[in-house]
């Protein structure tokens, strides 16, 4: 994301937008090749019926949601406060994305993973009611930490609470 968001900030002078996104889709193809390299074959997980399809359904709707929040926050942020703005924003979500793997990964280990995905959802809740309720720099950029700082912890933590 943060990447992407370099590009888009970088080109966005240079280029049409219509040619950003096949370029940011192949920067993210790119960037994804040694993970892919990586990938093995896992184990498979018994299902608990009720639990795991309580989980199923939250983990859908946080997908739903994040697609939601990540295209029209910066929709909304570059309309009010110019493209750049928006761009570097993203730049932020991916940044606060990176950290926050490692901080959820280091709080799921002293705190119940159940506990600490309710509370990632909540602040990605504040993370779409701040741009709403400000247009102040400082509500935007807290909503971009926010926002990428609990998308992939609620990623990582769903998984938890459903093996677990």
Same mark, same amino acid.
Request: glycine share 8%.
């Given at each position: 994301?943060?990447?992407?968001g370099?590009?888009?900030?970088?080109?966005?002078?240079?280029?049409?937008?219509?040619?950003?996104?096949?370029?940011?889709?192949?920067? /993210?193809?790119?960037?994804?090749?040694?993970?892919?390299? @990586? *990938?093995?074959?896992?184990?498979?997980?018994?299902? !608990?019926?009720?639990t795991?399809?309580?989980?199923?359904? #939250?983990y859908?709707? @946080?997908?739903?949601?994040? *697609?939601?929040?990540?295209?029209?926050?910066?929709?909304?942020?570059?309309?009010?406060?110019?493209?750049? /703005?928006?761009? #570097?924003?993203?730049i932020?979500?991916?940044?606060?994305?990176?950290?926050?793997?490692?901080?959820?990964?280091?709080?799921a !280990?002293?705190?119940?993973? #159940?506990?600490?995905?309710? *509370?990632?959802?909540?602040?990605?809740?504040?993370? #779409?009611?701040?741009?709403?309720?400000?247009d102040?720099?400082?509500?935007?950029?807290?909503?971009?930490?926010?926002?990428?700082?609990?998308?992939?912890? *609620?990623?990582?933590?769903?998984?938890?609470?459903?093996?677990?």
């Amino acid at each position: 994301m943060a990447w992407t968001g370099l590009l888009v900030l970088a080109l966005r002078p240079l280029v049409p937008w219509q040619l950003l996104w096949p370029l940011s889709a192949a920067l /993210t193809a790119a960037l994804l090749v040694p993970v892919a390299l @990586e *990938i093995r074959p896992g184990r498979r997980v018994p299902r !608990r019926s009720r639990t795991w399809r309580a989980l199923l359904v #939250a983990y859908f709707l @946080e997908g739903l949601g994040y *697609i939601v929040i990540g295209t029209f926050s910066l929709a909304a942020v570059s309309a009010q406060r110019g493209p750049v /703005t928006g761009s #570097a924003m993203w730049i932020v979500v991916g940044a606060a994305a990176a950290a926050a793997s490692v901080l959820w990964a280091v709080a799921a !280990r002293r705190w119940s993973p #159940a506990l600490l995905l309710a *509370i990632a959802l909540v602040a990605q809740c504040v993370s #779409a009611a701040l741009p709403a309720s400000s247009d102040a720099v400082w509500a935007v950029s807290a909503a971009a930490v926010l926002f990428g700082g609990t998308f992939v912890g *609620i990623v990582m933590l769903a998984m938890l609470v459903g093996t677990g």
